[in-house]
């Protein structure tokens, strides 16, 4: 069974860093794409990124390029989302997500979210 | 607001049948790329519904359908039931974004 567990809830002040990761199981970690969605307070779905842990190969959206950076480590199948200065509008739930292709990709198995709060 | 349009909501009475519509542009359903369709409960991770247009991940029930046409696809769901009240979310690619995009969501109200 495909299963994604991300790390715990975080509260954080505007201008802290932050990385929190996303553990695989069930399936060959090298071998999918990994995805990070973010769903701000009362809001839509939104693609932030995606990294093939394989060679770690990453691509961002236009609206996170430079915002965040995503990576992963193969030796523990884990995959990770960083700030390195937050802002309060970084406040949301982040999803991290198995991806799959069609002529597109798309999320199959889904983390149960962290939920990044960040408050002065 | 996204470059994938959905309803803001929707609902229908038990047992009914309600479509949830998902319209695009040139640049992402009507370029051809394939759209997908999720489930988010109160309080939980979304879930895959619909993927490839057409096609349900094992463990979906066959009440649930995609379809698409052009630069919009559709999800129908038949035999509404209570614990279908969720928020629905269609996904497609964007070349002009050059990334992948979410319909803004859908909130079915089961009546």
């Known amino acids: 069974e495909v299963q994604l567990v991300q790390s715990g809830a975080e509260v954080k002040k505007p201008g802290e860093s932050l990385k929190i990761s996303c553990k695989a199981s069930?399936?060959?970690?090298?071998?999918?794409?990994i995805g990070w969605v973010r769903q701000m307070p009362g809001r839509g779905l939104e693609w932030m990124g995606l990294?093939?842990?394989?060679?770690?190969?990453?691509r961002y959206s236009p609206s996170f390029q430079g915002q965040v950076t995503i990576s992963a480590d193969k030796s523990i199948s884990t995959a990770s989302l960083q700030w390195s200065s937050l802002k309060a509008s970084d406040t949301a739930m982040y999803y991290c997500?198995?991806?799959?292709?069609?002529?597109?990709?798309?999320?199959?198995?889904w983390g149960q979210g962290t939920l990044v709060t960040v408050s002065s | 607001q996204s470059v994938l349009t959905q309803p803001p909501s929707v609902s229908g009475a038990p047992g009914q049948r309600v479509t949830i519509s998902c319209t695009g542009s040139?640049?992402?359903?009507?370029?051809?790329?394939?759209v997908h369709w999720y489930r988010q409960l109160p309080e939980t991770a979304p879930q895959l519904l619909i993927y490839?247009?057409?096609n349900r991940p094992s463990g979906v029930p066959d009440r649930f359908s995609g379809s698409k046409s052009g630069t919009s696809a559709s999800l129908a769901i038949t035999g509404l039931q209570a614990e279908d009240e969720a928020d629905y979310y269609c996904?497609?690619?964007?070349?002009?974004?050059?990334?992948?995009?979410f319909g803004g969501g859908t909130m079915l109200t089961v009546l």
């Open positions: 997500a198995r991806a799959e292709m069609a002529t597109t990709y798309y999320f199959d198995s």
């Open positions: 069930g399936y060959r970690f090298t071998g999918s794409w």
């Open positions: 990294i093939w842990p394989g060679d770690s190969d990453t």
């Open positions: 040139s640049s992402n359903i009507g370029a051809g790329f394939d």
């Open positions: 490839a247009n057409t």
């Open positions: 996904q497609s690619y964007d070349s002009s974004l050059r990334g992948s995009v």
